[in-house]
């Protein structure tokens, strides 16, 4: 009954693997996409990426220079200076009496005598006086002419307006800014192996089989089953014990599961 019981077992465990194999080949069919496959060789991509910039704009750089105004100052007289002028009259002998006030600068009649400077007692008006004279019993004619200052004032003339100029340090210009430089880039493409029609080759997995001590076993020869045979407990013998001769068990059959 035992040995039944346990090559019924073998044979579970045999149809549980053989199970494992055609559920595994199931799903490898599964996993192949609906899409056709195209096959193609292995190449490589070349992406050129230009280079990323942005311009910024700086403006001129000035400075503001003041330049003052060009002049010249010029002395306007408008009024001449005269100097202290007295003359004295001659008349000509040979007309006779004279008879006045003779003209100044000029008189036809006699001639007029200058002077630098007025004498004392000649003080008054400009122009042409006359007074007596006590050795000649006879009244003198006289000019005279007082001095008088310059009459100017002074006149600042503008030969060039100030302004103020505006001097360029540095020109406005447009600078442009590389944000990420241009570079290559390269891709491999793998070769696509499309499945063929046939339907694909596997190796079924190793099976290990325990066998239980006191079990025997045809091996089978297929290559894929190792087989582990479970050591059995030494066997002790008590003193006066009859040794009792059994037949020994059939060896049993392997179930082939259908490997």
């Not at 002998?93 to 004279?98: E, Y």
Request: proline share 10%; net charge negative; hydrophobic share 35%.
């Amino acid at each position: 009954m035992l040995k039944k019981i346990i090559i019924g077992a073998l044979a579970l465990i045999l149809a549980v693997a053989a199970g494992v194999i055609v559920f595994g080949g199931g799903s490898a069919s599964a996993a192949e996409g609906d899409e056709p496959c195209v096959p193609s060789d292995a190449w490589t991509e070349t992406i050129e990426h230009p280079a990323v910039t942005h311009v910024v704009h700086h403006e001129a750089v000035t400075h503001v220079v003041h330049h003052d105004a060009v002049t010249h100052t010029v002395h306007i007289i408008d009024v001449e200076a005269t100097p202290e002028v007295w003359a004295n009259f001659s008349p000509n002998h040979n007309q006779g009496p004279f008879d006045g006030p003779p003209s100044y600068p000029t008189d036809e009649r006699g001639t007029w005598h200058n002077h630098d400077k007025i004498p004392g007692g000649h003080e008054g008006a400009d122009g042409v006086y006359q007074r007596d004279n006590p050795h000649s019993g006879r009244a003198d004619w006289f000019y005279r002419h007082n001095a008088t200052l310059e009459v100017s004032h002074d006149e600042v003339v503008v030969d060039q307006q100030a302004y103020d100029e505006t001097v360029v340090d540095q020109e406005a210009y447009d600078e442009t800014v590389v944000d990420q430089e241009a570079y290559t880039e390269t891709i491999e493409h793998p070769a696509v192996e499309c499945p063929t029609d046939e339907p694909p080759t596997t190796e079924p997995p190793t099976i290990i089989v325990h066998v239980p001590c006191g079990v025997f076993l045809r091996p089978i020869a297929d290559g894929h089953h190792i087989y582990i045979w479970e050591k059995c407990p030494p066997v002790v013998k008590h003193p006066n014990t009859p040794v009792v001769h059994k037949t020994p068990a059939p060896v049993p059959t392997v179930i082939d599961a259908g490997l």
